[in-house]
């Protein structure tokens, strides 16, 4: 009876591996290891074997349904697994599985510094302007007191377009212009978010095309000093009132005198890094008094009207903000970088 039981097993085995679909895996698991199954009723007859031999054929009868059990078990797994597979590529739908989860989106680091650095210029009085993005030289660069072949446009690397007199805008500073022209003779407190484009060697700390935010402020009897006191309160806000800010001469064609306003680096601390350039500090925008010729060209008298406007980047203060070390995260879509924020 143990050769028997033996040759039931390998029977068993075979076809087994022959199972193809879940219908066929049932029918092998009543006809072998059911109430009614080769192995159950085989080891029914134990009773008719010597009682030496009972046992030994006990044990090895055990030994053999554990072993299809265990078989079993796996063809099911692997048959599932298949059936699901064809399932999925007819396009049918398992209800029964779990559902995939859907990530929620959230703003890019960019978009919420921007946003924050909005609402603070509006808590102080500043309202939204938008320009556009493609501007004529004439409005990026002649209206700003740089004539055609200035050597002051060597400044901004330009990406020039197959059109001739279209480019994309360096700085939101033709933006000033705009607004001069639509708020003409009223006075102006306005800024004007936009992103900027510029052929540039891409670094830790400068990109091709970057966020910036213009600021222009045109009345009488506006001072440097109300510049120096604007941008002052406006960095204590956004970086804390801890920060520590430093004005140092700079020249800008559209603006006399000019500045450059720096922040302490929070990265280091003030001892030095690569992304303030060993300098302890680390510029955040460029500032003056708006030069007459470009309010004259924006249609307001300089012997009645004077103004200041200041152009700051984003991504530089979000750096400082948050700690970032590299300008290149912000534009690389890496998810483990922008899913910090």
């Not at 265990?70 to 739908?93: F, L, N, P, S």
């Not at 520590?244 to 890094?273: K, N, W, Y």
């Not at 303030?276 to 010729?293: D, N």
């Not at 309010?295 to 008298?301: Q, S």
Request: glycine share 10%.
């Amino acid at each position: 009876m143990l050769e028997q039981l033996e040759k039931l097993r390998t029977e068993a085995l075979e076809g087994l591996r022959a199972v193809a679909d879940g219908a066929a895996l049932d029918t092998w698991q009543r006809s072998t290891l059911g109430r009614r199954g080769i192995v159950t009723l085989i080891t029914r007859r134990v009773g008719e074997l010597p009682k030496e031999s009972r046992p030994a054929f006990g044990k090895r009868a055990n030994q053999v349904k554990q072993e299809l059990t265990a078989a079993y078990e796996r063809k099911a797994t692997a048959v599932k697994a298949d059936e699901m597979e064809r399932q999925i590529a007819t396009g049918a739908i398992d209800v029964s599985q779990p559902g995939r989860p859907r990530p929620l989106g959230r703003l890019h680091p960019s978009t919420q510094v921007l946003r924050e650095i909005c609402r603070i210029w509006g808590d102080m009085g500043f309202q939204v302007y938008r320009s556009r993005d493609v501007e004529t030289d004439e409005y990026n660069f002649q209206l700003l007191n740089m004539p055609p072949h200035h050597p002051a446009r060597d400044m901004w690397d330009t990406f020039y377009t197959t059109q001739e007199g279209v480019v994309l805008r360096t700085h939101t500073s033709p933006g000033q212009i705009h607004a001069m022209h639509d708020y003409h003779p009223e006075p102006i407190r306005v800024i004007l978010p936009g992103m900027c484009y510029r052929y540039e060697q891409i670094s830790a700390r400068s990109e091709i095309q970057f966020n910036q935010v213009e600021g222009l402020a045109v009345g009488k009897n506006i001072t440097f000093a109300d510049l120096k006191g604007t941008l002052s309160s406006f960095a204590g806000r956004l970086f804390g009132a801890q920060i520590q800010t430093r004005f140092r001469c700079q020249h800008f064609p559209f603006t006399e005198p000019s500045a450059e306003m720096d922040v302490e680096c929070i990265l280091c601390s003030g001892r030095g890094c690569n992304v303030c350039k060993k300098t302890g500090w680390l510029e955040i925008l460029g500032c003056g008094m708006v030069h007459p010729a470009v309010l004259r060209h924006g249609g307001y008298d300089p012997a009645v009207y004077t103004g200041f406007a200041f152009g700051m980047g984003v991504e530089r203060p979000a750096m400082v903000k948050y700690g970032i070390k590299d300008i290149r995260y912000f534009w690389s879509g890496d998810l483990r970088f922008l899913e910090q924020f």
